[in-house]
Each structure stands twice: as C-alpha cells, then as structure tokens.
C-alpha cells in the first residue's frame, strides 16, 4: 500500500483560466468531489478521504488540518489521520447529504437541525468562527448521526450568517405542513445561486 503523501504525488492538476481541473490520480483512488481549494478522493478499500489541494492552495493545507486537530473530540466531525504539504487524509462519512435528502425526499427532522446547532456551538467554543455550512457538507449517516465535513473557512473572521439563513428557511418554509420535502435539484441550485448573490433574501 502506498503511502497518503506518494497517493497524493499521484494526483495531477492543469490550469484552466481561472481555475484547476484534475487531469489524473492513482488507480487506488476514487474521484469524490470537486471544491474550489481541492478534490477530494475516497483511498480505496479503506474507509479514509484523501483531500490533495491545487497548486496555489498548499497553504490552506496546513490551515484545515490545524482546524481538524482543534475540532478532535467533537464527535460530528471527521478524524484527521494525517497531513502533508498539500494534502489531509479523514474519515470518510457514509450517507447522504441534506441536499440529496431534499431532492431524495428523505425528511430532515428538526432534532437534526439541534444537533448542527450543538456541533457548532462546540466550534465557538475553542475559538473558532464555523463558516459556510451549506447542504453540501452537512451529511445524515445511515444510522441517524448528523456529520460536519469541510471546516476550511472555520477559522476566517467574517461573520457568516449561512447556517442561520438555513434554519430560518428550514423553519418558516420546510417544517410547515403543506411544504414539499422533495425539492428538484435545478431549484435548489437555483436558490443557491441567487442567494450567493444577494438577489433573494430568507
């Protein structure tokens, strides 16, 4: 078994205008999400994340996994097993995230929403800010646990009103009765797109 450092020596990155594509990686790993820092790779046979950042992002490396070993012990976040230059290696998280739940129709129970709330009050309390929690890294495992993935941005100093936003949507649109709990996944990228732009207010 190879190394995580020689795994991530394995995984290449081109320049495409603005941003990074991913060109090639080992066969040991499979290609599991897209960021604007990093991809992130599930090692095969294992149940670990490799995350390998692009070349102008190596600095934010060290950042997340500074940010990990300060959230150890939290039990709604991921394990760090170790870092490199340009690289961490977590748990991986089985189970869907909130965004596949709306658009899978799977309900998200308030008590789901306490425990978000609960994970990031545990944050604040060792002197971080939790930034840019989203559907995407918010994710229900098969056996009813709330997990948080990606904490890159825990320690900016903007304050992020993105969680707050969501519970306010959750409460005065998706908990009422007559509410649809499965939404199309168009809309809710929609949704997205004009909130990030400031068009749409909750």
Not at 29 to 57: E, M, Q, W
Request: hydrophobic residues 35%.
């Amino acid at each position: 078994m190879k190394s995580h450092k020689e795994l991530a020596e394995r995984v290449y990155y081109r320049k495409k205008g603005n941003r990074f594509v991913l060109v090639s990686s080992d066969r040991r790993l499979s290609h599991i999400g897209t960021g604007r820092s990093a991809c992130a790779f599930r090692i095969n046979g294992t149940g670990r994340v490799l995350k390998v950042y692009y070349p102008d992002f190596h600095h934010i490396a060290e950042e997340e996994a500074d940010i990990y070993r300060k959230l150890h012990e939290i039990p709604h976040f991921p394990v760090l097993h170790d870092a490199g230059v340009n690289y961490i290696v977590v748990d991986y998280i089985e189970g869907r995230t909130f965004f596949q739940c709306l658009t899978g129709g799977a309900p998200i129970r308030e008590s789901f929403i306490t425990e978000v709330d609960k994970a990031l009050q545990e944050v604040r309390h060792r002197k971080m800010n939790p930034s840019d929690i989203h559907l995407h890294n918010l994710i229900l495992t098969p056996d009813g646990q709330v997990k948080i993935i990606d904490p890159a941005r825990f320690n900016q100093q903007k304050k992020c009103t993105q969680w707050d936003d969501l519970k306010t949507a959750y409460r005065k649109l998706y908990s009422k009765k007559l509410f649809p709990k499965k939404i199309p996944a168009f809309l809710l990228v929609s949704i997205s797109t004009l909130y990030k732009h400031k068009l749409i207010k909750v």
